[in-house]
């Protein structure tokens, strides 16, 4: 899979908006068939600063989704809310979900 972390620092008077400003680019990333995740976090020391990782199944699924329209509309209407161009982590991984993480195995909870 094509694993991604981005790190956005979106203008002060937008932060709260952030979920909203990208509500629509989410929903149709999270729709396409090769999108394993789309999902957004917000820094805890900086009220700035969201990270979003997203997974796609293969090159095919990850060339498919920067072709999209909603990829493109997103490249015009983002940047105008930024301090800074996003920093990105790309790397190409072999697994299609998360592993568990055996240093804090926890048993399951009925």
């Not at 796609?56 to 990850?62: C, N, Q, T």
């Not at 999209?68 to 490249?75: E, I, N, R």
């Amino acid at each position: 899979m094509i694993f991604i972390t981005v790190k956005f620092r979106v203008r002060p008077e937008d932060a709260e908006r952030w979920p909203e400003i990208t509500a629509d680019f989410t929903a149709a990333t999270r729709a396409e068939p090769g999108c394993l995740w789309f999902d957004w976090s917000r820094s805890l020391d900086d009220p700035t600063e969201y990270v979003l990782v997203e997974a796609f199944r293969d090159d095919e699924a990850g060339a498919s989704h920067v072709q999209s329209d909603h990829f493109k509309a997103a490249q015009q209407a983002l940047p105008g809310h930024l301090v800074a161009t996003p920093r990105i982590v790309n790397m190409k991984i072999d697994q299609d979900d998360w592993s568990l993480l055996g240093e804090m195995t926890v048993e399951e909870q009925p």
